[in-house]
T-cell receptor, first 109, second 112 residues
Framework: GQNIDQPTEMTATEGAIVQINCTYQ??????LFWYQQHAGEAPTFLSY??LDGLEEKGRFSSFLSRSKGYSYLLLKELQMKDSASYLC??????????WGAGTKLIIKP | ETGVTQTPRHLVMGMTNKKSLKCEQH?????MYWYKQSAKKPLELMFV???????ENNSVPSRFSPECPNSSHLFLHLHTLQPEDSALYLC???????????FGPGTRLTVL
């Protein structure tokens, strides 16, 4: 079966750095997405990786290793507004998005 | 504001009611999706439409019936739902099936 694993919840301090991991087992791979979802709101797109390596976008970076079935989202200089759920999703061989359950990130002052 | 709107935002219905959820996208996208989001569970893809044609139906019960009259509008018709159908129903659109998806704000559905 297809499976996406990510931690259920993480806590970090304002101003610090946090890494949210995602491992996947899917039938084929056509890219990995990270989305951010604030409570009561719609998910919003953060990043897309299809090749191995690190993609940096401001305070957020996303890393992919296809051979290990592994990705992480790195958030630097954490702000209180970064408190949200972070969803990892993989596009499989049928171009269907397989979603993880999300990681709830709590930022403390 | 993502360019995808959904109405209503909240809906409470009895098990014998019939209601419809509406989604509209103003992005010129060709693919539209219905998702179900329950607490602490992954997003569940329900239906996919690409160029108004249904391309995915992930074993969704027949009490959920989608309709896509054109590439900008998507409906989800609901009838004789069960309490376990209570969830957040999200609509999304994308340029193609392999592009990033833009989500609407969702409809919070409660079935009594």
């Amino acid at each position: 079966g297809q499976n996406i694993d990510q931690p259920t919840e993480m806590t970090a301090t304002e101003g610090a750095i946090v890494q949210i991991n995602c491992t996947y087992q899917t039938s084929g791979f056509n890219g990995l997405f990270w989305y951010q979802q604030h409570a009561g709101e719609a998910p919003t797109f953060l990043s897309y990786n299809v090749l191995d390596g690190l993609e940096e976008k401001g305070r957020f970076s996303s890393f992919l290793s296809r051979s290990k079935g592994y990705s992480y989202l790195l958030l630097k200089e954490l702000q209180m507004k970064d408190s949200a759920s972070y969803l990892c999703a993989v596009l499989d061989s049928n171009y269907q998005l397989i979603w993880g359950a999300g990681t709830k990130l709590i930022i403390k002052p | 504001e993502t360019g995808v709107t959904q109405t209503p935002r909240h809906l409470v219905m009895g098990m014998t009611n019939k209601k419809s959820l509406k989604c509209e996208q103003h992005l010129g996208h060709n693919a539209m999706y219905w998702y179900k989001q329950s607490a602490k569970k992954p997003l569940e893809l329900m239906f996919v439409y690409n160029f108004k044609e249904q391309t995915e139906n992930n074993s969704v019960p027949s009490r959920f019936s989608p309709e896509c009259p054109n590439s900008s509008h998507l409906f989800l018709h609901l009838h004789t739902l069960q309490p376990e159908d209570s969830a957040l129903y999200l609509c999304a659109s994308s340029r193609g099936e392999n592009n990033e998806q833009f989500f609407g704000p969702g409809t919070r559905l409660t079935v009594l």
